[in-house]
Antibody, heavy 124, light 107 residues
Framework: QVQLQQSGPGLVKPSQTLSLTCAIS??????????WNWIRQSPSRGLEWLGR???????????EYAVSVKSRITINPDTSKNQFSLQLNSATPEDTAVYYC????????????WGQGTTVTVSS | DIQMTQSPSTLSASVGDRVTITCRAS??????LAWYQQKPGKAPKLLIY???SLESGVPSRFSGSGSGTDFTLTISGLQPDDFATYYC?????????FGQGTKVEIK
C-alpha cells in the first residue's frame, strides 16, 4: 500500500522560506509512470496545484510549476531517501493553507494517493 | 489558465437519492477530468479519472461522463458515507486546476 508522509513546520515567518517534505513508502520516486505533486488548499483560493516533479529518463528529472508561484517554488526529488520536497520562497500570509503532497499518474493526469496534509500558517 | 465551474455549490439530498454534479471547463479539455471526494479534515480521495474511469476500490454507484467542456458526476443511490464535498479537476497544457467544490448535505 502506497503511503505519503508529510513533515515540516506549521508556522513560517513572512519573507522566509516555506519548506515541506513528503516521504514515500510502497512506491519508488523514480518510477517513470508516476509524478509527485504539491497542492494546497485555503478558503480563499480553494484547491490549488503548485507543481510536480517526475523522472523523465536517463537520470533526468522534470519539473512543472504553476504560473502563480513559478518564480518562488522549487520541488526537489531525493532518491536516496525516496522523498521529495517543496520550497516556497518569500512567504506571505496569502501562502497560509493546508499543503498536500500527492502521487499523480502520468498516463491520466489525476492524483491517486495523497499525504495527510500539513497546515502552514505564515505569520510573524 | 482554464477555469472550472461546478454546480451547484451546495446540494441537499436524502439517502437513496440519485445525485448529479456538473463541471464546466472554460475551454475544451478532451477527457482529462477527474473527480474527488473530500471529508472535513481529510485529503481529497480520487473517485473518477479520465472523465469516466472508476478508480479502483470506489463503489460502482459513482459514475462520470462527459468530454470537451461539460462533465457530470452521478451518485446512484446516495449512502450515508457519501455526504462530503466533491471537486472536479482538469489537466491541460502542464496545468491542473480544480473546481470550487460541491457540498452534498443531508436533507
Amino acid at each position: 500500500q502506497v503511503q505519503l508522509q508529510q513533515s515540516g513546520p506549521g508556522l513560517v515567518k513572512p519573507s522566509q522560506t516555506l519548506s515541506l517534505t513528503c516521504a514515500i513508502s510502497g512506491d519508488s520516486i523514480s518510477r517513470n509512470s508516476a509524478a509527485w505533486n504539491w497542492i494546497r488548499q485555503s478558503p480563499s483560493r480553494g484547491l490549488e496545484w503548485l507543481g510536480r516533479t517526475f523522472y523523465a529518463s536517463k537520470s533526468k528529472w522534470h519539473n512543472e510549476y504553476a504560473v502563480s508561484v513559478k518564480s518562488r517554488i522549487t520541488i526537489n526529488p531525493d532518491t536516496s531517501k525516496n522523498q521529495f520536497s517543496l520550497q516556497l520562497n518569500s512567504a506571505t500570509p496569502e501562502d497560509t493553507a493546508v499543503y498536500y503532497c500527492a502521487r499523480g499518474q502520468v498516463s491520466y493526469y489525476a492524483m491517486d494517493v495523497w499525504g495527510q496534509g500539513t497546515t502552514v500558517t505564515v505569520s510573524s | 489558465d482554464i477555469q472550472m465551474t461546478q454546480s451547484p455549490s451546495t446540494l441537499s439530498a436524502s439517502v437513496g437519492d440519485r445525485v448529479t454534479i456538473t463541471c464546466r471547463a472554460s475551454q475544451s479539455i478532451s477527457s482529462w477530468l477527474a473527480w474527488y471526494q473530500q471529508k472535513p479534515g481529510k485529503a481529497p480521495k480520487l473517485l473518477i479519472y479520465k472523465a469516466s474511469s472508476l478508480e479502483s476500490g470506489v463503489p460502482s454507484r459513482f459514475s462520470g461522463s462527459g468530454s470537451g467542456t461539460d462533465f457530470t458526476l452521478t451518485i446512484s443511490g446516495l449512502q450515508p458515507d457519501d455526504f462530503a464535498t466533491y471537486y472536479c479537476q482538469q489537466y491541460n497544457s502542464f496545468s491542473w486546476t480544480f473546481g470550487q467544490g460541491t457540498k452534498v448535505e443531508i436533507k
